[in-house]
């Protein structure tokens, strides 16, 4: 009796390999079709799987000359194996020899692999990736030396001097918070604490990032510095028994990590960063370097790198590092707070420590006494002069119009608060008024900003932007009196003159390397760009029109300059297209 077999002969339908069902074979439509309803329709002509003839004999061809131009640049050259000071690259290339009579046979790796490939065609090639992994890893050292020459982190000790050199040339003005003396007598050492180290990375991390040749080093340098920076604080400062100590190497690292982010666009992650520095603030009682204060038995305390044998004069450096750090913090809480739209961490009742010194005495290590800043702000108190200073001040009355915004946006409805919210609003836009006329006295607005720092770029700028950031206030804010609309309307043509005189200092700033530029520029070129084309210029005014389109014009300018070097300026630029609002940056 004939056996009869239950498919057909052939290949299966589309359909059944779609489903992966199995097909009878049956035609012109399988009995799995039929079922369905489906249309049932079978390819002849498949492809076939695998390698077409002459391409591994192409592909081995290729990687042979690939090994000889190799050999021909890095190997007839012992000489340059000295060059390096890292000892593991050294002992790496010794170990390496390009020529074709080594121990390991010109491409017998990539040879083995093929012919192993080629014999498992047919059984589709089931066992290729298992035999090439154990051929990889049969090479030993070999392998292993060469991924670590390919570490980008391993760089020369010409490209870490230049890296240094950069932070202190466009870092440093914009965060001027280490002391270039003493980074310099421990950056070179061998050994170092780990907190240190993390700042070192950081500082070359943000630098990198700064520079059109060694920006391509700037994203494995933050994932290294990221990682040492997290090892570091699941230490003793995580541990709930223990007292954990906290370095100030380590919050300035991780300010200069927030600072790239943002530079970087990595907004949310920047605040994330942002709020770990403010903590770690808190912990090491920064706010209070001016204080004689104790801590606790369970209370963290910033560890003193002071030792007896320091002279008075580092000792004042080390003190003045502190409150550097500090009041970077606390600008940069000020600062990056209207973009999460978060509260301020930072209350200005609880800072006892004293203004920021003059550059020239920070790095020549000149004691120097400054005011504190309720004095300064409150009391009027005049001291000596710090750019520094002057930008701690404008940014606190920037920090205390955020405030006066939310409380009246909260209490706006009630008669009383009302006149508080007035009386708030008009001693802020004096206050602001103020430090503008202190600036123009000290620098002429015709002068310029070719020989001027970004600090002092942005303390013109910042009084302007605090006049929109009042005017904008008010259009928040439903006013109900006749009075009241009269009064709101008087600061809204005050913003409109700021946004038009932030326009003016815009033309000026692309005498400024894009490179050096403060990160809050671009949040104040935005604001006033946004308020220019949010509201219309003077009606029947020739004049006033073409200025309000020209300082469009320079915003839209400037912004494009500084995107050179920095992402987040043509992410302003992108929004200012589009008309997203102020508060959504």
């Not at 003190?319 to 750090?325: A, C, D, F, G, V």
């Amino acid at each position: 009796m004939a056996t009869t077999h239950r498919q057909q002969a052939g290949l299966a339908c589309e359909e059944c390999r779609r489903r992966k069902s199995k097909c009878d074979r049956v035609r012109p439509c399988c009995g799995g079709c039929s079922e369905l309803g489906a249309d049932c329709f079978f390819v002849e002509d498949r492809p076939k799987r695998g390698p077409k003839k002459g391409q591994l004999r192409a592909l081995r061809s290729r990687i042979a000359t690939l090994e000889q131009q190799l050999a021909l640049q890095a190997g007839p050259e012992p000489a340059d194996v000295g060059s390096y000071s890292d000892p593991a690259i050294a002992i790496a290339f010794q170990e390496i020899d390009y020529n074709t009579h080594t121990g390991v046979s010109q491409l017998d790796w990539v040879d083995k692999s093929c012919e192993m490939a080629d014999a498992s065609i047919a059984a589709g090639w089931q066992h290729t990736a298992l035999i090439l992994h154990e051929t990889l890893d049969s090479s030993g050292p070999l392998i292993e030396d060469s991924f670590k020459m390919l570490d980008p982190l391993r760089i020369s000790p010409l490209t870490e001097i230049d890296l240094d050199q950069l932070y202190f040339e466009r870092i440093h003005p914009m965060a001027p918070m280490i002391h270039k003396r003493r980074y310099y007598s421990w950056a070179n050492q061998e050994t170092i604490s780990p907190a240190r180290r993390c700042l070192r990375s950081a500082m070359r991390t943000i630098a990198s990032a700064m520079s059109s040749q060694l920006r391509s080093l700037s994203e494995a340098f933050y994932a290294e510095t990221y990682r040492m920076l997290e090892e570091l604080e699941g230490g003793e400062l995580s541990l709930p028994w223990t007292k954990g100590e906290v370095r100030i190497e380590q919050i300035q690292a991780w300010l200069l990590l927030a600072y790239y982010e943002f530079l970087s666009t990595q907004r949310h992650q920047s605040l994330m960063t942002v709020e770990r520095v403010l903590r770690l603030v808190q912990l090491s009682r920064l706010y209070s370097v001016d204080t004689a204060h104790i801590p606790t038995a369970h209370e963290p305390s910033l560890q003193d790198t002071t030792s007896s044998s320091d002279a008075p004069d580092e000792t004042f450096a080390m003190t003045e590092e502190k409150r550097r750090t500090f009041w970077l913090v606390f600008c940069t809480d000020r600062l990056f707070s209207p973009c999460s739209k978060a509260a301020l961490i930072l209350s200005e009742e609880i800072i006892s420590t004293r203004l920021p010194a003059p550059e020239s005495n920070f790095q020549d290590s000149r004691q120097i006494e400054m005011n504190f800043l309720a004095e300064t702000i409150n009391d009027g108190c005049s001291g000596p002069h710090s750019w520094f200073a002057d930008f701690v001040q404008l940014t606190a009355l920037y920090g205390r119009c955020m405030i006066h915004r939310r409380m009246g946006l909260a209490t706006a409805s009630i008669e009383k608060e009302s006149r508080s919210f007035w009386v708030r609003h008009d001693w802020l836009a004096a206050a602001a008024e103020e430090q503008a006329g202190r600036f123009q006295e000290r620098v002429p607005a015709s002068s310029g900003f070719v020989d001027y720092d970004p600090i002092q770029v942005v303390c013109r700028m910042l009084p302007q932007n605090i006049v929109i950031y009042l005017g904008n206030t008010n259009d928040m804010v439903q006013w109900k009196t006749e009075d009241q609309q009269l009064k709101a309307l008087e600061y809204e043509q005050k913003a409109s003159r700021a946004a038009v005189d932030i326009a003016d200092i815009a033309k000026s700033i692309s005498n400024l390397s894009c490179f050096k530029a403060h990160p809050f520029l671009v949040e104040g070129l935005f604001s006033a760009g946004t308020f220019l084309t949010t509201h219309p210029g003077p009606a029947g005014v020739a004049s006033s029109n073409e200025m309000w389109e020209a300082g469009i014009r320079k915003v839209g300018e400037t912004l494009a300059y500084l995107a050179k070097a920095q992402r987040v300026a043509q992410e302003a630029l992108d929004k200012l297209k589009l008309g997203v609002p102020d508060d959504n940056f």
